[in-house]
C-alpha cells in the first residue's frame, strides 16, 4: 500500500484507506486491506495518515478512522467506516474496482 500524494488526490479516482498510526481498529482494517493486496499482487488501496492531513480530513468531512474513502468519476462515492471483513470489501471492490476481477 502507497501513501497517498498530492497528484493523486488530483486524480479522479481512487481508493483511499485513511487511518491514525496507535489506532488498534485502524491496524486490523489495514491487515485486512494488506491480504486483499496479497491475493491481487498489486497495490490497490493508496494510505494517508489523518494525523498529518487535517485539512483533508475537514474538507472531506471524514468522521472518523479507519476508513475507506472512495473517489470516482472526480466525486467521493462511499465512505465506509466499518470494515466488517474482507468480503465486505470485496462487494464495495466489484462495484468500484470492477478490472480486479477479469481474468488475462
Known amino acids: 500500500m502507497q501513501e497517498v500524494s498530492n497528484e493523486l488526490l488530483e486524480q479522479d479516482r481512487y ?3 485513511i487511518y491514525t498510526p496507535f489506532c ?3 491496524a486490523l482494517a489495514r491487515s ?8 491481487h499482487g498489486q497495490d490497490v488501496f493508496y ?12 474538507e472531506y468531512k471524514v468522521e472518523s478512522v479507519p476508513c475507506l474513502l472512495i473517489k470516482e468519476g472526480g ?6 467506516y466499518a470494515f466488517k471483513s474482507i468480503g465486505n470489501i470485496y462487494s ?5 474496482k470492477p478490472e480486479l476481477f477479469i481474468k488475462s
Open 15 to 17: 481508493l483511499l484507506y
Open 24 to 26: 488498534g481498529t485502524c
Open 32 to 39: 485486512m486491506l494488506d491480504k486483499i493486496e496479497s491475493v
Open 47 to 58: 494510505a494517508m495518515n489523518a494525523s498529518l492531513n487535517p485539512d483533508f480530513m475537514q
Open 75 to 80: 466525486e467521493i462515492q462511499d465512505k465506509i
Open 92 to 96: 464495495y471492490l466489484m462495484e468500484y
